[in-house]
């Protein structure tokens, strides 16, 4: 049995996850944190009621998790990762927004044997949808990304944008100009560079998460787009994630670590 500790549980993603453990075999929630949310109970998809604690390096203690998920917020996961990292806890972590580098120091800075996985996207289709884009891009240089989130998205561009981007511009051989940043009218029109990919941040309500990548070439197009139009889109991936990461350590980075698993 894996215990998983689930940490902004009552958020949009956590109470999700907090479902799909629960439904999973194998695992089961042994505890929600969620500060702001103090004694809100949290519904498992099955009857039960898990309520929400405040005090993550306590819950650890009483709980002794194998797992804990963070889907929080960028300006808190890290304080979560020090906690459970530090405890030696392995941890799955949807939270965007951290530097790679600084991931890689928390990583280092665990006990032996512990694990910290990160996964800019828990969607099948999004690592499919990013896959694609680097093999296009070998073909079709000139390339910019548009992705489209919910307005309550806490950072821009997001980490599925800017892990993109990084792809593309590792497979691609040549840099093309991104035309047009110096006519610039109206300041942003033409989006931030990321790694010399051009990327544009849409936020409205009723989106989840969205992303297009769009190829262009002589006389010809190229769109490659994903939707996650529910959040259940991305439990497969967190139960996966939440299986394996028992058998790894140190810092791993992206859903495809486990796919092939
Ligand atoms: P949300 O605002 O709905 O939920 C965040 C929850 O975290 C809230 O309930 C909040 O009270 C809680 N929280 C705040 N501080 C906390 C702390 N110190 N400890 C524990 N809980 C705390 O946000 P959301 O839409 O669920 O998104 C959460 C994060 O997940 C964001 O960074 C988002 O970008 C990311 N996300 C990642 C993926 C992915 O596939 N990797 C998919 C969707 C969202």
């Not at 009857?47 to 194998?66: F, K, N, Y």
Request: proline share 5%.
């Amino acid at each position: 049995m894996i215990d998983v500790l689930i940490t902004g549980a009552a958020g949009r993603m956590g109470s999700e996850v907090v479902k799909a453990v629960s439904a999973a075999d194998g695992m089961r929630v042994v505890a929600a944190v969620d500060p702001a949310n103090h004694g809100v109970t949290v519904s498992d998809g099955n009857g039960g009621l898990i309520a929400c604690t405040v005090d993550l390096a306590a819950a650890i203690r009483e709980h002794s998790p194998d797992v804990m998920v963070d889907f929080t917020h960028p300006s808190v996961v890290e304080s979560n990762l020090v906690i459970a990292l530090g405890a030696g806890v392995d941890c799955v972590v949807g939270t965007t927004g951290l530097p790679e580098t600084r991931l890689a120091e928390l990583a280092e800075g665990a006990p032996a044997g512990t694990c910290l996985f990160m996964a800019p996207n828990f969607a099948i289709g999004a690592i499919l949808m990013m896959r694609f884009a680097a093999q296009a891009a070998r073909y079709m240089p000139h390339v910019e990304i548009i992705e489209l989130h919910h307005d309550q998205k806490a950072d821009a561009p997001s980490g599925t944008a800017m892990l993109t981007a990084g792809l593309i511009s590792q497979a691609r051989a040549t840099v093309p100009d991104a035309p047009g940043r110096e006519t610039e009218i109206a300041e942003g029109a033409r989006g931030a560079s990321v790694q010399d990919v051009t990327v544009h941040s849409v936020r409205l309500p009723g989106m989840v998460a969205h992303q297009e990548v769009l190829f262009g070439g002589q006389g010809q197009t190229l769109t490659l787009r994903h939707d996650s139009i529910d959040r259940t889109s991305f439990m497969p991936g967190v139960i996966l994630a939440c299986r394996q990461v028992g058998a790894h350590a140190g810092l791993l980075i992206g859903l495809d670590r486990f796919m092939e698993a």
